[in-house]
């Protein structure tokens, strides 16, 4: 019995938040056909298939990050072999420089990245100018700073802050083998402030770093049982970076990330799906693929944090093959409203 033929599906998957690693499993193993297209049909009960959400990425903080996540270019501990130098926090001005260009180009939304562990508080004022600053642009505002304390994220979602990324990354096993310095728990942590801050999550991972399918599927399993589905899951393909440790790494199979997105959209029927990181080496077919089973945003622009991203008229061209369109912008909204994924 598929989605299609069992007529209580829709909702079982919709507001389940029990889900159990041989559960997703079973939908990672399901024939590939059949999988794809239960997260197609699922997809177009809460998206229009056709509609691409546009984000685009600027990266605030460059570099020096005390962190040691294996993947990151901008780790300190990479810095020796990745030849990455550090940079200071934008001045707010040329944030909102590129950010007027991004609105120019096309994206809807607009996120700030820093390689920190967490924000220091004398950076706060600088970074609520940000915010506020976009917003004003008439986009959507998303930052990524590392972890928050409460006064800081209250900060942020006064400002208007409509989206923070922090993402799980990987399963819970798999994690202590990327990443040292830093728990699964306090990223948990940081997600449950956010929420209960108001502001609109954003949290998913990225695949091909070497883990197992389990690991794929725990993953996912982390998100779909937060007590409210992320509003945005960005799924990242490993941006392979010489001179970290996963420079090196196995690339994944093709379909096999097209299924992370499908099951994603399976247990997490409302969420915005990114196809975020890693498109850059992605075929158009794969990317057609993604948007098939249910994938409904990417990351815009040609540059992502510190690696490069498909130019603007590459995506238009495929979306315009594809007969998709952007979506139209949204009234900036505000933090506290209602969430888009419960
Ligand atoms: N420092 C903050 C943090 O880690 O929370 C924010 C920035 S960090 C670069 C945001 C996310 O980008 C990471 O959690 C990871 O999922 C993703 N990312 C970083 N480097 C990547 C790479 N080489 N390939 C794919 N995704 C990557
Ligand atoms: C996310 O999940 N992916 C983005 C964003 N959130 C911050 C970052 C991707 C970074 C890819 C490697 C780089 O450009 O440094
Ligand atoms: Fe630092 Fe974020 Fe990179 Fe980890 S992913 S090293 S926390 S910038």
Known sequence: MNALTNPSS????DT??????????ALFEKPFMELVFEAAHTHRLYHDPNEVQLSQLISIKTGGCAEDCGYCSQSSKHAKTTGL?????????????????AKEGGATRYCMGAAWTSPKDRDMDSLLAM???????????????GMLNQAQTAQLADAGLDYYNHNVDT??????????????????????LVRENGINVCSGG?????????DRAGMLKTLANLPVHPDSVPINMLVAVPGTPLEHVKKMDPFEFVRTIAVARLLMPKAEVRLSAGRQEMSEECQALCFMAGASSIFYGDQLLTTPNPENNKDLALMQKLGMHAQAPKEAQGCKRQTAAE
């Open 10 to 13: 829709d909702n079982a998957l």
């Open 16 to 25: 389940r938040h029990d889900w159990k690693v041989q559960e997703i499993e």
């Open 85 to 101: 130098k550090a940079e200071k926090l934008m001045e707010v001005e040329r944030v909102l420089d590129a950010a007027k260009k």
């Open 131 to 145: 915010v506020k600053g976009v917003k004003d642009l008439g986009l959507e505002s998303c930052m990524t700073l």
């Open 171 to 192: 399963s819970e096993e798999f994690y202590g083998e990327i990443i040292t310095t830093r728990s699964y728990q306090e990223r948990l942590d940081t997600l449950e």
């Open 206 to 214: 990225i695949v091909g770093m070497g883990e197992k399918r389990r």
